[in-house]
Each structure stands twice: as C-alpha cells, then as structure tokens.
C-alpha cells in the first residue's frame, strides 16, 4: 500500500471555526490532491500541487485552502467552515500525475 | 458539469456470474481511464486501468474495455465474488488531474 496518512481521522468542529486537514506521504510522489466525497457526487477535487509550494484549484475550491511547503506533506485549510463542509475528504498521491493515483484512509469532519 | 458519469447507481450479480459496471465520459481530451473500488470507511483503492492507445486491458478477474469512438469505458469482473461487493468509481485523467463519476454499488449475492 502507498505510504499515505491524513490525520485527523475524524473531526467535529464548529461553523466558523478554522480547520486544518493533513495529509503526509512517503512515497516522494509529486502530485498531491484533495478530494471529497459527497452521496450523489463521487469525488470531487478540491485543490491539487504538482510540487513544492506549486497549487492549482479543482471544481470545488471556494472555502478551502491548501499549502504545501515539503514535498511530503500537503495541508488542507478551511478558513471558516460551514455545514455544507461536512463531508469525507480524501487526500490522494500521484507519481506522474496521469497515471494510478492512490489514497489516503479519509478524514471525516462535521461542522455542527 | 460531470465530465464523467455512471449512470447505474447500483448493481446486484450472482456469485460466479459477471459483472459489467459502466461509465460514460464527454472529454475527448482524456488520455487515461481508470477503475477504482473502494469500500465503506476506507480510501478507494486503484483496481485497474487503460491508456486511451488501447482498447482492452485484463488484470486476472478483470478486464477494462474502451470504446473512443464511443466514449465508453466499461469494467468486467468474472467470475463474480462476494468479496467483489464494493462501490466502484471510474476515473479519467487528462494529464495532471484526475475527474470522477458518482460510482456504482455492486452487490454479489452468495
């Protein structure tokens, strides 16, 4: 299995309360992403880095950011959650970025 | 819009029989089709995947099929087992993002 973890595993949290999600990799993989997944939606990614301090926006990047100062770790921010924020987020990692992208075990967070 | 679709939400085989999950997509720029399965409370796990140069793939229990002209990609998995009971999520990539569909809840039934 590919070397990834999020952490935490689980979160509740409050609306309007800054959250950050973390994703770790030891698999020196360039690309990194953040999904989440949502019933009737699939997975829809959020953000994505193609390496070092380089990020790019997905389809449902309003609300979050993301960071990525090493390239094993790649930083989820939600700058001021809201209740259409809960949902189960998935990190993944990519060796070329075209090829098999693997995931991480998934952090499921509830904003109340 | 979903530029990747599965249009089944669910699907029930008998053990032993074969399955055929489907996916349909409408970017002709894609250049890499993927499959994978992912059960509850766990991240989804890559099965199988297919370069848009070819048309088949086959990897043991299955085989992923591409039609281009089409654009249609299909999983087959023979024989079915219940260890095969999963949500299945196609995937297409265009060179450094990945696009998913809404996934399908095969069931094999022992």
């Known amino acids: 299995d590919a070397g990834i973890t999020q952490s935490p595993r689980h979160k509740v949290t409050e609306t309007g309360t800054p959250v950050t999600l973390r994703c770790h990799q030891t698999e020196n993989h360039r690309y990194m992403y953040w999904y989440r997944q949502d019933p009737g939606h699939g997975l829809r990614l959020i953000h994505y880095?193609?390496?070092?301090?380089?990020?790019d926006k997905g389809e449902v990047s309003d609300g979050y950011s993301v960071s990525r100062s090493k390239t094993e770790d790649f930083l989820l921010t939600l700058e001021s959650a809201t209740s259409s924020q809960t949902s189960v987020y998935f990190c993944?990692?990519?060796?070329?970025?075209?090829?098999?992208?693997?995931f991480g075990q998934g952090t499921r967070l509830t904003v109340v | 819009d979903q530029q990747v679709k599965q249009n089944s939400p669910s699907l029930s085989v008998q053990e032993g029989r074969i399955s055929i999950l489907n996916c349909d997509y409408t970017?002709?720029?894609?250049?890499?089709f993927l499959w994978y399965k992912k059960y509850p409370a766990e991240g989804p796990t890559f099965l199988i995947s297919i370069s848009s140069i070819k048309d088949k793939n086959e990897d043991g229990r299955f085989t992923v099929f591409l039609n281009k002209s089409a654009k249609h990609l299909s999983l087959h998995i023979v024989p079915s087992q219940p260890g095969d009971s999963a949500v299945y999520f196609c995937a297409a990539s265009t060179g450094n993002q990945f696009y998913f569909g809404t996934g399908t809840s095969l069931t094999v039934i022992p």
């Open positions: 880095s193609y390496g070092v301090k380089d990020t």
């Open positions: 970017n002709s720029m894609f250049d890499y």
């Open positions: 993944a990692i990519s060796r070329t970025g075209d090829t098999e992208a693997f």
